[in-house]
C-alpha cells in the first residue's frame, strides 16, 4: 500500500524568505507524484507533477520539486515566498499501473504555508 | 487546463433531509469521477469512485446508502447525502478524470461546504 507524509503540519515564513515543505512517500512499485495547492474554501489546483524523466519539475508560478527515489521524498521549494502563496499545500502520490495509473489519489494531511509580511 | 465545476458552493440543510451536489466536466469528457471528503485542519478522503454507466465503488467505512453517488453522464456524477445529520457537515470535493490515454491528472471541483443544523 502507498502512504505519503507531510510531516510539518503548518510552516510560517515571512515574506521574500525561500521556503521548503516536506513530502515522504512509502511505496513498494513505481508511483506517480503531484502537489495540490488549496486556497480556502476552495477545491484542488494541481501545482506540478513528476510522472516520469527529469527528477527535478517545476511550476509557472516560481514552486520546484525534486523526485528523490533513493530517499522517498518529493520536497516542494520555492527560493522567494509571497503573501499570495498562502494556502493548504498537498502532497499525494498515485500508484503507476500498466497503461496509466490506478484511481486512487493518496493525500498527505496538508502543510498550511503561512507567509507574513 | 480542464474546468471541474461543482454545484452548489455552500448549502444549509435540515437534519433529515437529503443533499444533492452536482459535479460537472466542463470541457472533457470524464470516465471516472472520486468524491473526497475533507475535514477540517485534515487532508482529503476518498470516499467512492465512479465510472460511467456503472456502480460507484465505494471506500471502506463508507455508507453506499447514505452517500448515493450517480454517473450517468461522461460529464456529470451527483452526490446525494441523504438523511443528512449534523455529522455529515463536511467539504465535500469532486474530481474528474479524463477518458483519453494515459492521463494521470485528476482535475478538481471548487468543493462544496455542507452544514446540517
Known amino acids: 500500500a502507498q502512504s505519503v507524509t507531510q510531516l510539518d503540519s503548518q510552516v510560517p515564513v515571512f515574506e521574500e524568505a525561500p521556503v521548503e515543505l516536506r513530502c515522504n512517500y512509502s511505496s513498494s512499485v513505481s508511483v506517480y507524484l503531484f502537489w495540490y495547492v488549496q486556497y480556502p474554501n476552495q477545491g484542488l489546483q494541481l501545482l506540478l507533477k513528476?510522472?516520469?524523466?527529469?527528477?527535478l519539475v517545476e511550476s509557472i508560478n516560481g514552486f520546484e520539486a525534486e523526485f528523490n527515489k533513493s530517499q522517498t521524498s518529493f520536497h516542494l521549494r520555492k527560493p522567494s515566498v509571497h503573501i499570495s502563496d498562502t494556502a493548504e499545500y498537498f502532497c499525494?502520490?498515485?500508484?503507476?499501473?500498466?497503461?496509466?495509473?490506478?484511481?486512487?489519489?493518496?493525500f498527505g494531511t496538508g502543510t498550511l504555508l503561512a507567509v507574513q509580511p | 487546463g480542464a474546468v471541474v465545476s461543482q454545484h452548489p458552493s455552500r448549502v444549509i440543510c435540515k437534519s433529515g433531509t437529503s443533499v444533492k451536489i452536482e459535479c460537472r466536466s466542463l470541457?472533457?469528457?470524464?470516465?471516472?469521477m472520486f468524491w473526497y471528503r475533507q475535514f477540517p485542519k485534515q487532508s482529503l478522503m476518498l470516499m467512492a469512485t465512479?465510472?460511467?454507466?456503472?456502480?460507484?465503488?465505494?471506500e471502506q467505512g463508507v455508507e453506499k446508502d447514505k452517500f448515493l453517488i450517480n454517473h450517468a453522464s461522461l460529464t456529470l456524477s451527483t452526490l446525494t447525502v441523504t438523511s443528512a445529520h449534523p455529522e455529515d457537515s463536511s467539504f465535500y470535493i469532486c474530481s474528474a478524470r479524463a477518458r483519453t490515454g494515459t492521463n494521470t491528472e485528476a482535475f478538481f471541483g471548487q468543493g462544496t461546504r455542507l452544514t446540517v443544523v
Open positions: 499525494a502520490v498515485n500508484r503507476y499501473h500498466y497503461g496509466g495509473a490506478t484511481n486512487k489519489l493518496i
Open positions: 465512479s465510472n460511467e454507466g456503472s456502480k460507484a465503488t465505494y
Open positions: 513528476y510522472l516520469s524523466g527529469s527528477t
Open positions: 470541457d472533457f469528457q470524464a470516465t471516472t
